[in-house]
């Protein structure tokens, strides 16, 4: 009996089948509806690590990441992507070795070196900006404008009540330099708890204005955590898979990311790393341009 059931059924695609379902991926395993669009043929295409073009969110060693620019191009192009954009933090980290505005120009002094000479690679001017506590971005415009795009992130202050620290997010996101929200509720799993803030509001905002969202893939992150991840898919909101590395070695951390990235559902079109990097430079941009 044992051996004619498993002669009928294989695969789990075969048992789906029989049940009138199409092949339901793990990671939406959840009994949160995936029976239901399995049923009705609506269960969504998910991203896969091929599809990613650009890796976003690193350090060289202009802060507090070990790896040179002309390093982060040649491994990210020997891992298959097309481009990448380089975010050191910012000054206000001072402990993290952020950039001085002073030395901003040194940094992309050497990424337009590195440009000049490399093939297969873009490397894009970035910064992790720290959202200071009054939810203005460190550095100022004049600065801010002299990078590709701007990922904010929240590194200090992290007591706020969840009125003041919704309200200091909301207004970096008035700006309209403010690419990409980064590590969105600054959890460290086992460590330290997620800042208390409205997330509901925060992640309709980010739709509203067309501000990304990050996924930060570094395995003591995971923020957001993927159960957001899906809400924010639903309001439309653009994903940014973060890898957060530090070193060359924190390139895995994408895969982790695009777990979590699928885990809510996502489609290549809903991830702002699909996008060639005039499709992400264009996304940047728009925001500027709306606001000028
Ligand atoms: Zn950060
Ligand atoms: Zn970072």
């Known amino acids: 009996m044992g051996g ?6 294989p695969d789990e695609a075969r048992v789906y089948r029989a049940l009138g379902l199409a ?6 395993r959840e009994a949160d509806g995936e029976l239901e669009a399995a049923a009705a043929g609506r269960l969504p295409h998910l991203v896969e690590q091929t599809d990613l073009r650009g ?17 982060w191009a040649s491994s990210c192009r020997a891992a298959g992507y097309g481009w990448v954009g380089i975010t050191d933090h910012s000054q206000s980290s001072a402990y993290s070795g952020g950039l001085r505005a002073e ?9 337009d070196a590195v440009n000049a000479g490399a093939t297969g690679i873009l490397v894009l001017k970035g910064v992790e900006a720290d959202i200071l506590a009054d939810g203005s971005l460190d550095y100022g415009p004049d600065v801010l404008d002299r990078f590709d795009f701007v990922i904010g992130s929240i590194h200090s202050r992290f007591g706020m009540s969840e009125e003041e620290m919704t309200r200091r997010v909301l207004t970096a996101m008035e700006d309209p330099r403010l690419t990409i929200l980064g590590h969105p509720t600054g959890r460290l799993l086992l460590q330290r708890e997620p800042y208390a803030i409205d997330l509901e509001r925060v992640l309709q905002t980010a739709a509203d204005r067309g501000i990304a969202v990050e996924v930060n893939a570094d395995p003591h992150r995971l923020d957001l955590d993927w159960r957001m991840v899906r809400r924010a898919r639903d309001l439309g909101v653009t994903i940014s898979i973060g890898a957060n590395a530090h070193s060359t070695g924190g390139i895995t951390n994408v895969a982790i990311g695009l777990g979590i990235a699928r885990k809510g559902w996502l489609e290549p079109s ?4 699909t996008r060639d990097a005039d499709g992400f430079l264009a996304f940047a941009r728009q925001r500027r341009t709306v606001a000028a």
């Open 4 to 9: 004619s059931l498993e002669g009928s059924f």
């Open 270 to 273: 809903g991830v702002l790393n």
């Open 55 to 71: 890796f976003l969110h690193c350090h060289s060693h202009f802060s507090d990441g070990t790896v040179t620019i002309a390093e």
């Open 103 to 111: 030395d901003v120009g040194q940094q992309h002094a050497e990424i």
């Open 23 to 28: 092949w339901v991926p793990p990671e939406l």
